[in-house]
């Protein structure tokens, strides 16, 4: 894939800067890409993972980037879109000179990127790499950061299947529907406590046998089944990925039964003609970009001094900007997806604008 964008070509990436490092020392091979700074310096996390190439290490770190900035750009932050990828296996060479050296490199950009955690990466890597750069959150509460992420991923998830329902049965609450939540973490977990408040009736599963345990002593109400198949075949009226990506594809939406899909798995959608095939089904998707920025929101409050309460303020309007967006693709008679998309770039490129104006 080429980093280089060209008018010509719609298939280009338009990323602002795409960064190799490498220290062979500590065996560190890492890339950091930045899609945009529009709206302000890019933030986005760091995956650890053992790509097959380098070819497949940078096709993940643009795209993933990409969708940073989308994702922020809804979320209300001022702030662009970032990512980066550490190539190998942290099983076998993540170590405190691998991440301190990553986190020198993250300090040369001088706060163009800020990272964050991601797949392969925990709160205890950002305190590492935190030692190297100021430009880091995710950090844990006793070095100042905001500690578990997915506290608010999962109240934004819950914020934005209020909006979907009142979308599709005309009131902001999911008491009396039936919520199915495939995936019992650490989000899945906090969000059956949300439906359980707001009256809704849980239905889940989970390959975890600790994490059915979990629900079994602490909501015994929760309704377990076997695997994910059974889960989407059951009579529910909400469905809610909060899992592995690819949820929603050509075996799982033919027989799903519910009307509206919000959870906090990212890339739900396993293709893309998969959301053709919702909305042909009356199926409402709500992007999962928009209604799982809970987090992100959570981390990016570290930079001005982490309050949750301010975040959980943040967080809930999360509800509001699903709202319009479902609303814009009624008007526009576009899929959510591509509402949502539109919002983002037009409030990147409107406020992005302003970054024109010279002030010194």
Wanted: hydrophobic letters at 40%.
């Amino acid at each position: 894939m080429g980093v280089f964008a060209s008018t010509d070509d719609p298939g280009s990436t338009g990323h602002e800067q795409v960064v190799f490092c490498q220290d062979k020392q500590s065996g560190l091979k890492a890339i950091i890409g930045i899609y945009s700074t529009a709206l302000g310096p890019a933030l986005g996390g760091t995956r650890f993972y053992p790509y097959a190439d380098e070819e497949a290490a940078l096709a993940d770190v643009l795209d993933l980037s990409r969708g940073m900035a989308y994702k922020n750009a809804l979320a209300g932050l001022d702030l662009g879109g970032g990512k980066a990828v550490i190539w190998g296996d942290p099983e076998q060479i993540k170590s405190e000179a691998l991440l301190r050296a990553y986190g020198r490199f993250v300090e040369s950009l001088a706060g163009r990127y800020y990272t964050a955690c991601d797949v392969g990466t925990y709160v205890a890597d950002m305190d590492v790499i935190a030692r190297e750069t100021r430009y880091v959150t995710g950090r844990s509460v006793e070095h100042g950061g905001a500690g578990d992420s997915s506290v608010l991923t999962a109240w934004g998830v819950f914020q934005g299947m209020r909006a979907a329902a009142e979308h599709v049965w005309g009131s902001p609450t999911l008491a009396g529907r039936r919520v199915g939540v495939a995936g019992l973490g650490k989000v899945g977990k906090y969000l059956t406590g949300h439906l359980l408040e707001d009256g809704a009736e849980v239905v889940a599963t989970d390959v975890n046998p600790k994490a059915l345990e979990w629900v079994r002593a602490t909501h015994p109400q929760v309704t377990l089944v076997d695997d994910t198949a059974a889960l989407v075949a059951s009579d529910i009226d909400v469905y809610a990925p909060c899992a592995l990506g690819g949820a929603l594809n050509d075996d799982t939406v033919p027989v799903l039964r519910a009307k509206v899909v919000a959870g906090a798995a990212n890339n739900q959608l396993a293709h893309a003609g998969i959301e053709k095939v919702l909305a042909d089904r009356g199926i409402l998707y709500t992007p999962d970009y928009v209604v799982n920025a809970g987090g992100v929101i959570q981390v990016a409050d570290e930079i001005e001094g982490f309050n949750f309460e301010r975040a959980k303020l943040r967080a809930t309007r999360i509800f509001d900007t699903t709202r319009e967006i479902l609303r814009l693709a009624d008007d526009e008679g576009v899929p959510p997806a591509v509402a949502a998309d539109r919002l983002a770039e037009r409030r990147m490129a409107e406020v992005g604008r302003l970054r024109t104006i010279h002030l010194r």
